[in-house]
């Protein structure tokens, strides 16, 4: 007989919507599950157990057929046929174990690019954070778009203040066994300046510094761009490099042109970390420019670039690319202890 399922109904939604997510699946059926979990979660137990035992489910909005199968089995106890499926096929690593990838992955810590819906991330932070918790992280940093880019509803500095302080709340819930650390993913300027005021930028842990406009700029003057931010004082990580895209649904764009023996130089000597971005569709930096950027003696950042709870896990993607180019960990910031990283991020 097997054993009885007793994480209750909204665990079972919101793990099926991690491994949904994870697995790239159609962004509906992931917000279908954890709209059901957001539906049932403040109600008392002895009520949904109500109306299953009436099968009123699914006359809760948010609460379809299948959102509704899962709550009831996983109120009788069983585990939810659907959950059970997913597990199967979807949990697990995410990569083969070849070049010590495996045990790369185990070395990090934890994540320094990931969004929240404050920007354009689908999820609130708490669910961000806790999600990252689960996956066994010992810190995530928080890294929500800066104000210019409009379409990712950037922050402007007093929305970020606001940020901060539940960035706050929600590490004093969790009571120090984790910590989500305050960062943001500010845009590079035209002329290399970041995009948000230095008050703020001091305020914040981390900080990713990322190209979004203009990504077909003239090789010289990208390149002048680019070497400008990695001399700021406040840039820490220079992500997703290229800006290119190779797959996925917003179809595929080239990667932007630049001098990138230049540009690696000057993070190797203000001691900026590369980013090894995880998203599939990304695969940013290209091989080429990841093995230059590894013979220079940059240090690097794995990281998700989630904007869902289940992309959290993309790391894995990036400790394979990691792997097989023969970084070793200690190069790789986010495979360091809170403290060590909060330290070097501190110039």
């Not at 990695?230 to 001098?259: A, E, K, Y």
């Not at 003696?297 to 896990?313: E, K, N, R, T, Y």
Request: hydrophobic content about 40%.
């Amino acid at each position: 007989m097997p054993a009885a399922y007793t994480a209750g109904p909204v665990a079972a939604l919101r793990r099926i919507a991690f491994l949904l997510e994870r697995a790239r699946e159609d962004t509906y059926k992931v917000k279908a599950y954890r709209g059901a979990a957001a539906t049932i979660l403040p109600l008392p137990d002895d009520e949904v157990a109500r109306m299953v035992d009436e099968g009123t489910l699914t006359d809760l909005p948010g609460v379809g057929k299948s959102s509704g199968r899962v709550i009831a089995e996983a109120v009788r106890g069983e585990t939810p046929r659907r959950l059970a499926e997913l597990e199967t096929e979807h949990a697990g690593p995410l990569t083969e174990d070849e070049h010590g990838a495996h045990d790369l992955h185990a070395a990090l810590r934890g994540d320094c690019h990931s969004h929240s819906d404050w920007s354009d991330g689908g999820s609130p932070i708490e669910e961000m954070a806790i999600t990252a918790m689960e996956l066994g992280h010992e810190y995530l940093v928080l890294t929500d778009h800066s104000p210019r880019l409009k379409v990712a509803r950037g922050l402007s500095a007093e929305r970020l203040a606001r940020q901060l302080d539940v960035v706050d709340a929600v590490n004093e819930h969790l009571g120090g066994s984790f910590t989500l650390l305050k960062g943001i993913e500010v845009d590079i300027l035209d002329d290399g300046g970041l995009d948000q005021t230095e008050e703020m930028l001091d305020r914040l842990d981390v900080r990713v510094a990322s190209v979004h406009s203009k990504l077909r700029m003239d090789r010289d003057a990208m390149t002048r761009r680019m070497v400008a931010a990695t001399r700021n004082r406040h840039m820490n990580v220079l992500g997703h490099c290229t800006g290119r895209l190779v797959t996925g649904g917003r179809g595929t764009r080239p990667p932007s042109q630049f001098d990138a023996r230049a540009v690696f130089e000057s993070c190797a000597e203000h001691d900026v970390a590369v980013e090894i971005n995880s998203r599939p569709e990304r695969r940013d930096p290209p091989t080429e420019l990841l093995e230059l950027a590894r013979d220079i003696g940059c240090v690097f950042s794995i990281d998700s670039d989630a904007h869902a709870p289940g992309q959290l896990d993309f790391l894995w993607y990036g400790a394979e690319r990691a792997a097989a180019a023969g970084i070793e960990p200690d190069r790789i910031v986010n495979t360091w202890p809170k403290e060590r990283l909060l330290a070097w991020a501190t110039k």
